[in-house]
């Protein structure tokens, strides 16, 4: 599959390579990764001014229209220069689902700030033992006068140290596991009653520990159908993820094929090697595999097909383990110098590991395929 972009996407990729190339190279990456607040705010905004943050949203919202192919041709870029920025968390994952469950008030009021760049969210629907169940949710939110209280605790909340506000799946019926029962709280992240204890992920992000003691929360859509609102906004996020995965397998493919032309091994460059050229065609096989699987499942995503769901999941664990390929083989090609810190293969392949995990790994999206493909 070959996507014919129109000109106005055609000029979205472009600006986003430019000011990539221009601002966002891997020195001036790692100087924001090890910066104390771990992001850039001027990059933030910069994608902002862009427009890059009000693509994906409808014009009905304040958006540019672009819907999920304008989010695919951005995380593709994303993906090569590994953009530490939380455009999924807050425009992917917590935007997409205001526009789509959130009341009008709740939409004039929260979408126009992150198009601006002046918000930014974080959802937090993970627990200690839900894996990747949307619907094990044993945080606990009860009515209390006109609002709710929130009470429990979340797990590997990435973004949450930079975020303003976090949308937090709750149970207010139900026992855990029903899919009935969970709903959705816009929260205060600066709240009374929220801890929250931050740490660093292996790729270079922030993530947050969440404890809720008894905190006020927003009701955000439906109470007690969220499940189903967060299963689409998964699919939609399994679509931007996978494109910044493909991303990340071309620059791995690019640096490890330069670097066999120019690594001498016995006299001769590694790449005149006849083992090794097989060895990058698999490489390079995976990753136009992926590429065009992706590609399928963003204009699914699209399309709103009735099948995307169970294509997310086929393209979650087919691009997950052609991801693990061929970041194994590009650390490998380059010797021990692959997993050092000064070397951009090793932290393009911390990236790929952290999105295989990422609303399930390969091996759970695989038995999901199973059993979505059974019952239909």
């Not at 807050?90 to 918000?119: H, N, W, Y």
């Not at 929220?194 to 439906?222: N, Y």
Request: proline share 2%; hydrophobic share 45%; glycine share 10%.
């Amino acid at each position: 599959m070959d996507i014919q972009f129109t000109e106005e996407q055609e000029l979205l990729r472009s600006s986003v390579q430019r000011l990539l190339r221009d601002q966002y190279g891997f020195d001036a990456r790692r100087k924001i990764v090890t910066s104390e607040e771990g992001y850039s705010r001027s990059q933030w905004q910069a994608f902002a001014e862009l427009g890059l943050l009000a693509a994906p949203f409808s014009e009905d919202a304040g958006g540019l229209g672009g819907s999920s192919l304008s989010t695919m041709i951005i995380m593709q870029e994303f993906g090569r220069h590994l953009v530490v920025e939380p455009f999924v968390e807050t425009v992917v994952l917590a935007g997409g689902l205001l526009e789509r469950v959130g009341c009008a008030e709740q939409k004039q009021g929260f979408i126009p700030d992150i198009i601006a760049g002046s918000m930014i969210w974080a959802l937090a629907w993970t627990e200690k033992s839900s894996r990747f169940d949307l619907a094990n949710v044993t945080t606990m939110a009860r009515r209390e006068g006109k609002g709710y209280v929130l009470t429990g605790a979340k797990t590997a909340v990435v973004a949450a140290p930079w975020a303003d506000y976090l949308i937090v799946s709750a149970r207010t019926s139900g026992q855990p596991r029903d899919r009935s029962g969970v709903s959705l709280f816009v929260v205060d992240r600066h709240a009374a009653n929220l801890d929250l204890q931050s740490f660093k992920t292996i790729d270079g992000r922030r993530a947050a520990e969440i404890s809720l003691r008894g905190v006020t929360g927003q009701l955000l859509g439906e109470e007690g159908e969220a499940v189903t609102a967060l299963e689409v906004c998964r699919d939609r996020a399994i679509g931007a993820l996978s494109a910044e995965a493909v991303g990340a397998m071309a620059e791995l493919n690019a640096a490890t094929l330069d670097y066999s032309k120019t690594r001498k091994q016995f006299g001769t460059t590694i790449g005149s090697f006849q083992v090794l050229q097989h060895r990058m065609v698999d490489m390079f096989i995976a990753h136009q595999e992926a590429l065009s699987l992706m590609q399928h499942l963003t204009l699914s995503l699209d399309a709103d097909e009735a099948a995307v769901s169970r294509l997310a999941s086929g393209a979650k664990s087919k691009i997950g383990y052609a991801g693990k390929f061929i970041a194994d083989q590009a650390v490998q090609l380059h010797g021990g110098m692959g997993m050092t810190d000064e070397l951009n293969v090793g932290h393009y392949f911390k990236r790929i590991s952290s999105i295989n995990i990422q609303f399930g790994d390969p091996a759970f999206h695989v038995l999901r395929y199973a059993q979505l493909d059974a019952a239909a």
